[in-house]
């Protein structure tokens, strides 16, 4: 069951991690320039959680009587997520400023060095363990990231000055950085919360993590006048109105299954391997922005696919050599 709940947390996080960026650099190529909002998509699809928390809790009513709970978080697991809500609200905003500056595949490889500040804070914070292969990967994928920076002067957008470019880029590396840190942050919350963490509760968590975020950027947006201003822009927007209100649907919803993946991936494994399927997305992310933006393939995005591959698959057999390795000792402990 455990394995089955990875892999669809996965696919949630490659989805959501794929998507999310394209939709929010379509909302900016054709006309939409408000940052605020777009920070406030990236959680504001929260109350999808709250359907299927709503449908989770009819069905073990169905099996328990009328004394099941609706929720089950108690009040310092609530603090501490609404705790990094706010934080994470802030990356959306420092995430999203970079996306409204920045081409898609710059943007994408500047938060693959996100994969070394979580390893970093993994090990700060969780202690987290390093064997030679999940190191192989962390070096692989950052290596793949490095590649790719070597066209990065080709990509600059036209008629973009240097003051907005350089805004946007360590925007973007600040976003990077600190959700590098949020990413072990919520495994220490589910580590030291005094109770039972279930996946219902991991949903719960994100739900009150997705809420403060989005009452974060909500504040934002109001002292922007953002909401304001979406009917100005929906009806000057270049694909037109109707496809507009599209494109913020779908980007509140691909975001949530992003931030529910690797939630759910923290759940199943660590913080560290939410981390390195974040990164590993990174060569898919660019040539999707080839396929649908006509950005350029050059020969370093094929460098840094096949590496990032190969750290994938380095991290993933140190994880099967490593689970062997524990059942081999756990049959000699019985012997």
Not at 44 to 73: C, D, N, Q, V
Not at 203 to 210: F, L, Y
Not at 216 to 245: H, V
Request: charged residues 15%.
């Amino acid at each position: 069951m455990n394995i089955v709940l990875l892999i669809l947390n996965c696919i949630l996080l490659f989805i959501g991690n794929c998507g999310g960026p394209l939709i929010m650099r379509l909302y900016f190529i054709h006309g939409g320039k408000r940052v605020w909002l777009s920070s406030w998509l990236e959680t504001g699809g929260w109350p999808i959680i709250l359907f299927l928390l709503i449908i989770t809790y009819f069905h073990r009513r169905a099996k328990e009587g009328s004394s099941s709970k609706l929720f089950f978080m108690k009040p310092p697991l609530f603090i501490a997520s609404a705790v990094i809500g706010i934080i994470t609200g802030l990356d959306d905003y420092l995430y999203a400023y970079g996306v409204a500056r920045l081409p898609v595949s710059t943007t994408a490889l500047i938060i693959a060095s996100q994969l070394g500040f979580t390893a970093a804070f993994a090990f700060l914070l969780v202690k987290q363990k390093f064997t030679s292969y999940s190191i192989n990967a962390v070096v692989l994928l950052t290596i793949g990231a490095g590649v790719l920076a070597l066209h990065t002067s080709n990509d600059r957008p036209n008629g973009e000055s240097n003051k907005e470019y350089f805004a946007g880029f360590f925007m973007t590396v600040g976003a990077a950085a600190l959700y590098g840190f949020v990413l072990p942050l919520v495994e220490l919350t589910y580590k030291k919360a005094k109770q039972a963490i279930t996946y219902s509760l991991v949903m719960e968590i994100q739900m009150v993590m997705s809420l403060f975020a989005t009452i974060f950027c909500t504040i934002g947006m109001l002292i922007n006048k953002d909401f304001e201003a979406i009917p100005r822009e929906a009806r000057a927007f270049q694909l037109g109105e109707t496809k507009y209100y599209v494109v913020i649907v779908f980007s509140a919803i691909l975001w949530q299954c992003f931030f529910m993946g690797a939630a759910g991936i923290i759940f199943c494994a660590s913080s560290l391997l939410s981390g390195i399927v974040i990164a590993v997305h990174l060569p898919v992310i660019e040539i999707l922005a080839v396929i649908f933006y006509r950005e350029k393939f050059q020969a370093e995005k094929g460098v840094a696919l096949a590496l990032s591959l190969w750290g994938f698959v380095s991290y993933f057999y140190g994880e099967i050599k490593d689970n062997e390795k524990k059942k081999q000792n756990l049959v000699e402990k019985h012997d």
